[in-house]
């Protein structure tokens, strides 16, 4: 079941009306096979693409969906467990060249997401009965368990419609 109002911030919508399906771990799971199949096919040539100046690479927009990933799923592990304590926002802009991604191999990176997007299954397939309606403040806005797994499989999908219309 989607989120419902209240359960995300507006700014959020976007990235959780891009997921189809009615489940957030089946649409993780969709995601991670349809994204290490694409992944894979980007010519090593394009890996260290920029379309304009100041954009980033395809390798740091994956390890950027791979940032986001983790600090998504610390928040639903801390406010499934009942941790209520008021969460603050990321500067997902400086985490990018804080990775220090252009030395990394395009295959380290796939291998990278593969465990990450395995942990993040898990998590939220053990995750406690009644915990994904659980909320609390993160980033100034409450968000629900339920809408940060959505949240987390929306923003892949907006990165990987990004990757296919403007760089390959």
């Known amino acids: 079941m989607k989120p419902q109002e209240g359960d995300f911030s507006e700014y959020y919508r976007y990235y959780i009306d891009l997921v189809e399906h009615d489940n957030h771990i089946a649409a993780m799971k969709d995601n991670r096979d349809r994204v290490v199949k694409f992944l894979k096919s980007i010519p090593e040539e394009k890996q260290g693409f920029r379309y304009a100046e100041g ?22 592990l801390r406010i499934s467990r009942g941790d209520e304590t008021e969460l603050p926002g990321y500067d997902h802009d400086a985490y990018v060249p804080a990775a220090q991604v252009g030395d990394r191999k ?14 993040t299954i898990s998590l939220f397939k053990y995750l406690p009965d009644g915990s994904l309606d659980k ?34």
């Not at 954009?55 to 639903?76: N, Q, S």
């Not at 380290?108 to 395995?118: D, L, P």
């Not at 339920?146 to 219309?165: C, D, F, N, P, T």
């Open 55 to 76: 954009k980033w690479t395809p390798a740091e927009i994956v390890v950027h969906i791979l940032d986001a990933e983790r600090v998504f799923a610390y928040r639903a």
């Open 106 to 119: 395009w295959k380290s990176i796939i291998k990278e997401y593969e465990a990450v997007r395995k942990a």
């Open 135 to 168: 909320g609390a403040i993160c980033s100034g806005s409450r968000q629900t368990v339920r809408a940060i797994g959505y949240m987390i499989a929306g923003h892949e999908l907006h990165h990987m419609r990004v990757l296919k219309q403007k760089y390959l």
